[in-house]
């Protein structure tokens, strides 16, 4: 019988997280202060993040980083989580080409989300914080960050963008099962969502929009750190055990991809599975090896977005970060995959495309859901809208593979299932869903807000 998952003991999970700052050729530029436009330290990032993971976000000099004790036994609750072959696609496409998936849907809140909402949040309670809060899209993030703060005793608030709320309502209702109070963003209850409100009144919310709210709130509360799930250094650096237990298994396997790829929203779970991969190109050992991040076409950063220092946020409350951005002000159209929804990549993504060692894919949502379908009937795990990107830019790959007759590896990311995201899938089935486009001089006018900054460095 041919082998279709390879899972690692307990024993054999990672014990450090891989920091690949530290061995990036150039190291990404510095978060700036928006208002003296100076490099921030970790005690200035400290002032929104707990301190460990602003010491995390600046660090460029370790490339291993010690995963706590508690978190690991933590982990062990879902980790390691399966490398799957998938035969059935492979036989469905006809393709030569060997692919495998890293199921991360396998965990008590079905995403990659959890491996750093545990972390962030132990760090928040072992420095005296009480409370956390944070934005969602697709409400994955939302969801871990509220088990999490309930493994280690915190308050959680959650900011969810408001159409993603409507359209996947059992995303806050998981929120709330596991104690956290949830506000579709932007809400009355914070200035920077009051602002938007009195803007325009049926403005249905963006990730900028909610990390707006999310900010404003842990800056103004006592005992309080926002914690994020993307974008940002720290995240990317927890996320990387995706990628070590990837190398693991594909040895394992007796292969090695020759592609990898993840979905795009802000660069988590695509960094989570590259960068333990890419130390091996910057160090030659395998360096033929191509990096693929599948965004939509709807919200196209890393293919149509410029390279400057921006806000991560709508309202600018967040430190200027060094980015592939649509502009803080866009705002995206109402597709199903919420979670890639946002307008810029993160800083170490930003700066690793800027060198040429990855490359971005536009997805249409109608070909996303077409390869979503694809692969609940051949694979039997309906993914999440967001991980139905990776899975089409798989398929093309795969395609091209059975057009050259070369026998490619192929490694992706199922970042998440879709079992809360069934509505979606019946909008696609029914024909109500439809593909968005963006024109060049929509991007520009977004464009056209950014701040323009030459660093003082």
């Known amino acids: 019988m041919r082998q279709k998952k390879f899972i690692l003991q307990e024993k054999d999970l990672p014990k450090q997280w891989y920091n690949i700052q530290a061995e990036m050729p150039n190291k990404p530029l510095p978060p700036l202060n928006p208002k003296t436009k100076e490099p921030l330290s970790a005690e200035d990032l400290a002032h929104i993040f707990n301190l460990e993971c602003s010491k995390q976000e600046l660090d460029t000099e370790h490339a291993w980083i010690d995963i706590p004790e508690e978190v690991l036994e933590k982990y062990t609750y879902y980790r390691s989580t399966p490398l799957v072959r998938a035969y059935g696609l492979e036989e469905a496409l006809g393709t030569p080409a060997h692919i495998y998936f890293k199921n991360e849907s396998v965990n008590p809140l079905g995403s990659h989300k959890l491996n750093s909402a545990i972390p962030q949040c132990y760090y928040c309670k072992q420095e005296g914080d009480t409370n956390v809060t944070t934005e969602t899209g697709a409400g994955q993030w939302g969801a871990a960050l509220s088990y999490a703060a309930k493994l280690y005793g915190l308050e959680a608030a959650v900011y969810q963008v408001k159409i993603t709320m409507q359209q996947k309502p059992y995303r806050s209702m998981i929120m709330h099962t596991f104690g956290a109070t949830v506000e579709g963003s932007p809400s009355m209850s914070t200035r920077a969502g009051k602002d938007i409100i009195t803007k325009d009144p049926l403005y249905p919310g963006s990730l900028g929009t909610a990390i707006s709210e999310a900010v404003e709130l842990a800056t103004t509360t006592p005992g309080c750190k ?207 869903l439809q593909d968005y486009q963006i024109s060049d001089e929509e991007i520009n006018k977004y464009l056209a807000g950014v701040p323009h900054i030459e660093p003082k460095i």
Do not use: W
């Not at 890639?340 to 690793?352: E, T």
């Open 226 to 432: 926002y914690t994020l799930g993307s974008v940002l250094n720290h995240v990317a650096l927890h996320q990387s055990i995706i990628g070590l237990e990837a190398e693991k298994q594909m040895e394992m396997a007796g292969e090695y991809p020759d592609k990898v790829i993840a979905c795009f929203g802000g660069g988590s779970n695509f960094g989570g599975l590259a960068f333990p991969f890419m130390r091996h190109v910057f160090d030659g050992t395998h360096k033929n090896v191509e990096f693929i991040a599948a965004e939509p076409e709807s919200c196209p950063k890393l293919t149509r977005g410029k390279f400057e220092y921006d806000f991560g946020d709508e309202a600018g409350y967040t430190p200027l970060l060094p980015m592939y951005t649509l502009g803080h002000d866009f705002k995206p159209s109402n597709i199903h995959a919420g979670g890639l929804r946002y307008h810029g990549a993160g800083m170490i993504i930003s700066q690793l495309l800027k060198d040429g060692y990855l490359h971005g894919v536009d997805i249409p949502q109608l070909e996303s859901f077409k390869a979503g379908m694809l692969f609940a009937q051949t694979e039997g795990i309906i993914p999440a809208p967001e991980s139905c990107h990776a899975i089409a830019a798989t398929v093309r790959e795969a395609l091209k593979c059975k057009e050259t007759g070369e026998e490619k590896v192929l490694l992706f990311c199922l970042s998440g299932h879709g079992l809360i995201d069934m509505p979606s899938y019946m909008s696609y089935i029914n024909g109500d």
